[in-house]
């Protein structure tokens, strides 16, 4: 177990709907990054957060938005959700925010848009 | 832009032989390589990392070489067992913000 807990496990929607996906980081963690996992693209790295504020942008699209809550938790909302959307997200954790830090990652939301 | 190519995709072994997987990356100025294994259905898992000012690390059974001037490193599995297999991934920095690249990963089967 990494720390790292994201909700839900597995999500199943239809097309054009959106949905929010959660991330709690390690106790004390003050970053969080979101990745995308599908068969064909690998691990797809789709944007940072440090302490409330966005560090960096990967491949994420316009339709996806992130935030991170004075908490530290983090929610990824994905809205006009086509097929192609489907995959695995992670979210990862690391202390300082720099790259070069251990990221621990979360067990996953398995998305499934049909 | 930036890539990190990971090989071979797919590598078969039996119990007790060594793996050996290759990457080779495109941003001299990466300075950091993880290595994760990720079991089916499973979180990667961050099993060793190496910085541009050394050229190995082991750990127990595992190690990982690097070669700047090639740009390319290598994970070693020694004395493999069943457990080990899994998708191993590579990754170097390199993204337009400096992010982690990650290989397309490479799924070792250890045969008993």
């Known amino acids: 177990d990494s720390g790292v807990t994201q909700t839900p496990k597995h999500l199943i929607t239809a097309t054009g709907q959106r949905v929010t996906l959660r991330c709690s980081p390690r106790?004390?963690?003050?970053?969080v990054y979101w990745y995308q996992q599908s068969l064909d693209q690998g691990l797809q790295f789709l944007i940072q957060?440090?302490?409330?504020?966005?560090?960096a942008k990967g491949n994420i699209l316009e339709r996806f938005s992130a935030q991170q809550f004075p908490d530290l938790h983090s929610e990824l909302n994905l809205s006009s959700l086509e097929l192609g959307d489907s995959a695995l997200y992670f979210c990862?954790?690391?202390?300082?925010?720099?790259?070069?830090?251990?990221?621990?990652f979360g067990p996953g939301t398995r998305l499934t848009v049909l | 832009g930036e890539n990190v190519e990971q090989h071979p995709s797919t590598l078969s072994v039996q119990e007790g032989d060594s793996a050996v997987i290759k990457c080779t990356y495109s941003d001299s100025a990466s300075n950091y390589f993880p290595w994760y294994k990720q079991e089916l259905g499973k979180r990667p898992q961050l099993i060793i990392d190496?910085?541009?000012?050394?050229g190995e690390k082991k750990d127990q059974r595992i190690a990982v070489t690097l070669n700047k001037t090639a740009k390319h490193f290598s994970l070693h599995i020694t004395e493999t067992q069943p457990e080990d297999s899994a998708v191993y991934f590579c990754?170097?920095?390199?993204?337009?913000?400096?992010?982690?690249?990650f290989g397309k990963g490479t799924k070792l089967s250890v045969k008993p």
């Open positions: 957060y440090y302490n409330g504020e966005e560090r």
């Open positions: 990862a954790s690391s202390g300082l925010g720099g790259f070069t830090d251990t990221q621990y």
């Open positions: 990754a170097g920095l390199g993204g337009s913000q400096g992010n982690l690249i």
């Open positions: 190496i910085r541009s000012n050394v």
């Open positions: 106790s004390g963690d003050l970053s």
